[in-house]
């Protein structure tokens, strides 16, 4: 039992912030955790390279740097007795972009905080909610479990309708996935999941109305727990769609792109953890192109 507390914080849903929506790296998103766990964690994000917020900016040769650091709160809950757990997620940006807009060079320097986040995700089978001492004995056994998760962003970020480059996107976006987590041994995990965005209008884009098709996204994690709270994974994700109108016109900039990336997470002082991640665009066909770094701090509240 004394390790329970590090147990906790690192099973807990943590971050694995993108500049793209469905190139996000959620390793461990269904693990259970047991009932009314809560944890706090502050993040950091960098990336650089070919990367926008929105792919349909008209900026040829992009060579950005952006900075994000995301405040977040995770619970785990018992909803319909099943192990669920509620995140909300609070991003703040800033960095620089240059580039060629119509064959003049450009730069725009911004800072803001970006769109608010809130996600709920439940398991639907193989985890029922659980007390500390059952959620001991399934780490200690672990069995095949299926998740869905919802995730909603609203348009809260700062947005100015007369500049290519924004942090808020100002639409909505939903996220629909669904996953399973199957142990291969005690200690090794096997993580799939495919999810759907759905994405809203913005009216006021600089240069026109912006609608945008559904992306999907497959994702593969491969887990390895080494001791009570502190375990690797190597991640890939695969996206395509999102194909974008710009004021009627459609663009050829249909995405479908792959993703490498690792996360480690390390425990200290009972109830803290330090998460680290990396990812790098492997086959960018079309979109962003560009390596990025996390680093998160986490603590159990319980």
């Not at 955790?33 to 926008?52: N, R």
């Not at 996935?177 to 009216?203: C, H, Q, Y």
């Not at 600089?206 to 009570?228: C, Y």
């Not at 690797?232 to 993703?259: C, E, F, H, M, W």
Request: proline share 6%; glycine share 10%; net charge positive.
């Amino acid at each position: 039992m004394r390790f329970l507390p590090i147990i906790l914080v690192a099973s807990a849903f943590g971050l694995w912030t993108a500049d793209c929506l469905a190139q996000e790296i959620s390793p461990r998103l269904f693990w259970p955790t047991p009932k009314g766990t809560k944890v706090l964690v502050s993040g950091y994000a960098y990336a650089s390279g070919d990367v926008l917020f929105a792919t349909s900016i008209p900026i040829e040769e992009a060579d950005s740097n952006v900075n994000t650091g995301v405040l977040a709160y995770t619970q785990t809950l018992g909803l319909w007795g099943r192990t669920s757990n509620f995140l909300v997620e609070l991003p703040y940006s800033w960095g620089s972009t240059r580039g060629l807009y119509l064959g003049d060079p450009v730069k725009r320097d911004f800072s803001g905080p970006g769109d608010l986040a809130v996600t709920l995700n439940v398991n639907l089978r193989g985890a029922p909610s659980m007390t500390v001492e059952e959620f001991l004995a399934f780490r200690a056994s672990p069995r095949p479990l299926v998740g869905a998760s919802l995730k909603v962003m609203a348009p809260t970020g700062e947005y100015y309708d007369d500049r290519a480059v924004n942090v808020g996107s100002n639409r909505w976006a939903v996220r629909a996935k669904l996953g399973t987590v199957m142990p291969l041994r005690p200690k090794l995990i096997l993580e799939l999941s495919a999810s759907a965005w759905f994405f809203g209008d913005n009216d006021e884009f600089v240069t026109g109305k912006k609608e945008m098709d559904p992306m999907i996204s497959i994702e593969t994690n491969l887990i390895k727990r080494i001791r009570p709270g502190l375990w690797a994974s190597l991640d890939i994700t695969y996206y395509s769609g999102g194909k974008q109108t710009v004021d009627g016109v459609p663009l050829r900039d249909k995405q479908s792109n792959l993703k490498l990336g690792g996360t480690l997470v390390v425990p200290f002082k009972g109830n803290h953890a330090i998460k680290l991640g990396y990812a790098n665009g492997v086959i960018t066909r079309y979109g962003n192109a560009f390596d990025q770094i996390l680093v998160s701090y986490q603590v159990a509240l319980r």
